[in-house]
């Protein structure tokens, strides 16, 4: 029996039922080459066989004196974790991310290891698809993502490669996963845990005033205190719906070479634009810029590990139509961000992270409303595999990030780098934000703008189909 | 808000990981003559239009000071209890069981409606399925499946019909549901509510005495006193297996009027074969005969209304090789059963059948060890609907009750009766039960066995696929 630790803890504290605490990701696969039309329950029996989950798959939540235990669960019953399933006919994309969107508004048992993972057949084209969710809880996004990447393989001949609840990560000498706290983790933290940040305010109340200062002077600078109120910060609901399209990293590049600008800066000026593009369908666009919460590395050689992320805030430039100035915008605000961070200790970038991200925290030292939020949407940009890789033979397409929403946060955006392909996932309340899958066109129309503006040809397009 | 009933609120305090408290049923359906092949995503277009439920599909339950009340859900997401799902290949009656085995082990979510719906396509030879899970504070196994017949119709041309959740059922005249009390409220009640019962208890001592003074006198009296110990009655996970298998209704009672016996009889007299067969698979036959609860009617005449029901406890005969030796025994069980309950009144027949059907009741009076059990299994014989039945010009091809195993009853064997056929389903604990899915081969020998003892022709098959 171990107990769990104050963040994962936080997870099983925060969660209801408009707000549950999983993540996801949901990968996409190719039949391995000549596999028989019936491959995928032949795998689902293979599969089968790995009934002895290794740590921390076979753990699960119990209680001693009121303090939350991770402890080994003797009941253990695969049937319950590892479903194969089928879509529905005729099988697109769109029956994928509706299932998808159903499955990730269910709550998991917290009687159970919280994991499941779903082989699901039927996907037209000869492919598969896997949706593996977790309790934030036992593994944060980024863990997860790395561990079911670990598990696969460079070599399309590879077999006899276990899923990931039995894989052995210690069996692989290269596999530690960092300890690295992704985005979610962040602001969860900070949004519950404000009060064990309380000794560090004083070092912060400087540069919170700093900034205020500045706000008032300085136009052009992304304050703290600037995010326009918005329906992505409404009060959500339990219902989920699933986005995601994979786009060519080539393009993104491109782009990114054109205005100067890392991969990070387009990627933000691409979400800005499709969240323009949505919000003036809903007629629901803020006259001033959305403000964007997003994890970054403040080494500029990430070579040497031991990253050090933090979370900055970023115009997205969403009040302008022109695609050049907002990328402008967005490249201006994370540089001055990072450029703020740099000069502060680690104990005041704590701090000051907890105060910008949480309502309660501004509210405590400013006076402002509830209401007050310092950021609209919460993207995430996480490096992932730069190589293509197989599990089993069978060529692993595309991997999406299946995310969670906030209360008064109903959009999560992460997006994944996978060989040549960036991969984006969009997480949202179905009903706080309707028809958020329209955001797939309008990120295809914001790279287009975006090439237009850089006088690139504009003659790649997205991999997946767009059949929402 | 309405405050949840005692019996309703007992099924919320005795759900546990290793017993759910909710209760399904399956319908099998053909595709409408003429239905195209995508007919059943058409289907689930239709119905997902009925996103206004009616109660008490609106209700979720809701506590105040402690105490649970029913109160309208007002963000009721129709996409979390309406599934459109699909079988994997091949898509034989062993992938629809195995489904349904894996969601009827998932506990529900406690904060929405207590009701999910599936409509399963996939399903070989333009057929359909649909999975409707309750949880038994919402409604027992009997008014469940009686709501769910009455919304069908006997007319194959008649379309524009709702689904359950939106069917109103004041909108029939005839449709009022009745308050009858499904077995598996009895035995819950029971358990949990002895002690309401105890004023009762000095009427019922006498009749208790009697029975424990005949038990050791008369050896083919079917005492409560005599259920063997048996791996029926071990402790229960919360893994479910499910099968089920349609029977021909002629044939039971062609065998039933060789023996001059009821239908009920010679359905308990097949359960005991199929459960001897079973065990004897298991290495795991008890010398005594099984013990099963059952509950009866005590009118002889069922059409003049208002039935008494009540559980009896009926010997099996699973001791003895002989098929007609074991009717007889069950016969003579039952029919003496039924006789002692008549010289009781009601009170006492509530108060006795608590004692019989609690352990912790029979250990007040009789000192007995904790490990006691006053029977083996739990047996409903359901009267269903007598003519074939449509949905929007679907035929109802048949209907299985999905019931409830609870700790130290890891079977529960409901049998409904439709049109010309019995439908047979079993639900049980996978792991202390494991291939319990053999129980149909050994029901179809049990029938087989007591045609030939009757000296009637053996030609009749079952109708569902054998395909376990």
Chains 1, 2 share one sequence.
């Not at 994928?96 to 779903?118: G, K, T």
């Not at 070599?155 to 490669?161: F, H, S, Y």
């Not at 009060?195 to 136009?219: Q, Y």
Request: hydrophobic share 40%; with cysteine.
């Amino acid at each position: 029996m171990k107990p769990l630790s104050a963040t994962d803890n936080l997870f099983l504290m925060l969660e209801k039922r408009q707000q549950p605490t999983h993540i996801a990701g949901l990968q996409l696969y190719d039949f391995p080459e000549g596999a028989p039309a019936n491959y995928v329950s032949r795998f689902a029996e293979e599969l089968r066989q790995y009934n002895q989950p290794v740590a921390p798959f076979n753990q699960r939540v119990t209680y001693r004196f009121g303090r939350p235990y991770w402890k080994a669960d003797s009941q253990f019953d695969l049937e319950h974790h590892f479903r194969h399933v089928a879509l529905p006919k005729p099988g697109r994309i769109r029956e994928l991310l509706a299932l998808i969107s159903a499955e990730h508004s269910n709550q998991m048992d917290r009687e159970r290891p919280l994991w499941e993972s779903y082989l699901i057949e039927g996907f037209k084209g000869r492919r598969f698809a896997v949706y593996s969710k977790q309790h934030h809880a036992l593994m944060d996004g980024v863990s997860a993502m790395r561990l079911g990447t670990k598990m696969l393989s460079t070599d399309p001949n590879e077999r006899n490669m276990p899923p990931v609840w039995a894989f052995d990560l210690k069996s692989k000498s290269d596999a530690k996963l960092t300890n690295r706290l992704d985005a979610t983790t962040l602001v969860a933290a900070a949004r519950a845990g404000i009060r064990n940040n309380l000794t560090a305010i004083p070092h912060v109340a400087k540069a919170v005033r700093d900034a205020w200062r500045k706000s008032k002077t300085d136009s052009a600078y992304t304050s703290i205190f600037q995010a326009p109120q918005c329906v992505l910060n409404d009060r959500i609901t339990g219902s989920r719906r699933f986005a995601a399209e994979s786009f060519s990293l080539a393009r993104i590049r491109a782009i990114a070479k054109a205005f100067d600008a890392t991969i990070n800066d387009v990627v933000l000026a691409i979400c800005g634009s499709a969240l323009r593009d949505y919000l003036l369908d809903q007629n629901a666009l803020p006259d001033q810029p959305l403000i964007a919460a997003i994890p970054v590395s403040l080494r500029e050689d990430e070579s040497i590990g031991g990253n050090q992320i933090v979370t900055i805030l970023a115009n997205l430039g969403t009040h302008t139509p022109d695609p050049a100035q907002r990328i402008q915008i967005v490249k201006a605000s994370v540089q001055e961000a990072k450029q703020r961070m740099k000069t502060m200790s680690q104990q005041e970038i704590m701090a000051y992270t907890a105060l910008m991200l949480t309502p309660a925290g501004m509210q405590m030292l400013t006076g402002l409303i509830p209401r007050w939020q310092a950021f609209n949407v919460l993207i995430s940009n996480v490096p992932g595999p730069k190589q293509p890789l197989y599990w089993n033979g069978a060529r692993l397409r595309g991997m999406y990030p299946v995310s969670m929403p906030l209360d008064r946060l109903a959009l999560n955006i992460t997006i994944l780098s996978y060989h040549d392909q960036l991969e984006f996932g969009l997480t949202a309340c179905r009903r706080t934000l309707p028809s958020m899958q329209r955001m797939l066109m309008h990120l295809e129309s914001g790279i287009e703008a975006l090439e237009v503006a850089a006088g690139l040809s504009c003659s790649h397009r997205n991999e997946m189909e767009l059949s929402w």
